[in-house]
Structure formats: structure tokens, C-alpha cells
């Protein structure tokens, strides 16, 4: 994903920086997209106040978004190896750095989430009781993105300091998994485009757990269901795209009807989220303090399809998440 620039904004000097080295990236911090910014989010919960442009209430101020001035970025061209196609699963890359956890559940392998279990299994049985939902979030975890471009490296640190159970808010990590996420991209973007959907699937796969897949969903209930249930199934948080791409969140828990993990047959009526651009930026809820709880109305507001304005991308139109 490509910038989270373009939703930035502290004073018109900022603004003028961040168009001048950001003007079209999202994942990789925020940078693969150069679609306009998402509305602002109504009626959030919450109740914590950013400087600038404010949170009240846990409600983001409805001032107009920030966007970078529309200078063309450089080209972006395919890097000519062989990439799945959307929904299809990515290829492990080397296992991550510390011992992963172990998991419930092995990956969906398609577009198509797997359908839960209609019944309890031995591995649902394994489970924590389900008590109507799952918070993975906890205090110290959350770090806030260096640049304007790490958004996805800084929500890779998160989930790392989630399953890991540390505390590393260090730039120096963000900034090398940042540069191996991008060698690892399905596209040679500029600097600016930052980190695409496959290098960040790629970058999960290695810091947090291998079991990480990336999905392309046709619709959003589709990619919630699916998100919600592998969360539930393996007690890891996912990571989804927003605005159209241009910026990356963590979904770390969630509320629901009935049990994921035991049944088909449940809505999904609320989820909890993480976005590293808090602490940087709180504008149009680009972003709301970590752990903002938000209907799935809410969160569709945001967590729109994937649309990358400079090229066409094998997963145009679809809905990105990276999945334990």
C-alpha cells in the first residue's frame, strides 16, 4: 500500500512535505494506492484528543482530508516472476525471527474464505470459551509508524509485540523490515509507492507467524467473515488495507452473534482496530486510537477495495487482508 500522505496534514508545511516524497504510496507504510482518502468515521467510541486535527469523543473531526498535491509518480512496473493471483495464497517465506506460536487451524488457500466449522471441533474445543468476542489488543503494544511511508512496517511491529508479547517500538525495526517487505513486492514501485499487498503478506509471514496468507475478497462481508474467523481460530490479529489501499490497519478483535470457531450461522457486530498512524496523525479517522471498537457499517467506510491509480494490480476491485 502505498501512502498514508495524502491523509496527513499538520499545518501546510507538512502537507507540502508529505506530497513532495509521498505523493502516491500506501502499504508501505501507506503506499500503493492514489485513490482519494475515505470519508471521516461517524459516531466512533471513544475518548481520546489528538493536537491538531482533534478525536473527540473518539469521534475524528470532520475537517476536509489532506491530500498531497497530484504530482505523478514514477512508474511502476510488474516484476516479471510468478505471483498468485488474487485470493490465492502466497508462497512461506523464511519463518520468522522468534519461535511462532502454535496454531489451531492450517490457512485458507483461496479467494473463498473456508467455510467455519458447523460444529464445535477438537480445535475449537481448544479454544479460550467464547464469550461473545476476542480483544488480542493489551497496553505497550502499540507503536506509531517513523515516516509517513512505514505504516505497514510499524503494523508488522504491532502484531509482532501482540504475539510476542514484547515491547519493541524501535525505528530501526521499522525501517529494515520496511526495505526487506519491498524486495519482496509483486511490483517494482518508486520509493513512494512503498510496500505492496505481497510484500506485506511476505513481511507476516516472516516477523509474525508463517501461517500468514494473503486473501482478495470480492466483497466486504466476505473478507470480515473471513478475517473474524481466522482470528478466532488462531488467536493471531490481521491485517487489512484501507482506503482503497493506501494504508494499513490491524483488526485485533472483535464481537459476534455466536462463535466463529463452532458455527457458520453468526454476525459479526463489531470490530476492534489498530492504525499506526495514530500518535502521527488523527484526521478523518486516519488514524483513531488503538483498540477503536466500530461497527461493520463503520469499518466498510474505510476498508474499501484495493486500487492502485498508476497501474493496474492483479487485485484491483478486491478487498486485502492478510490472514493467520
Known sequence: MAHDVRMSGRGRGARALVAGLLAASLLAGCGASGAGSSGGL???PGSVASQGAGVAGGTPVAAPAATPAASPPPSATPIPDPSPSPGSTVAASPGPTAPAPARTASPAASRAASPPPSAATPAARSLPAWRGGIDLYRAGVFTTQRTWLWCTAAAIQIARNIVYRSADHTTAFQGASFAWMRARNRYR???SGGVDAQGWAAGFRHYVNPGYRLHAETSFAAALRSAVTRLRLTGLPVGITVDRGNHAWLIT??????DPAATARFTVTSVRVVGPLWGLQSRNG???PPDTRLTPAQ?????TPWRYAPLPMVWDGTY????P
Request: hydrophobic content about 50%; cysteine-free; charged content about 10%.
Open 42 to 44: 461517524p459516531g466512533a
Open 253 to 258: 478483535g472483535f464481537t459476534a452473534t455466536a
Open 189 to 191: 514501485l518508486p520509493l
Open 299 to 303: 469499518l466498510s467506510r474505510f476498508f
Open 286 to 288: 486516519y488514524d483513531m
Open 320 to 323: 486485502i487482508s492478510v490472514q
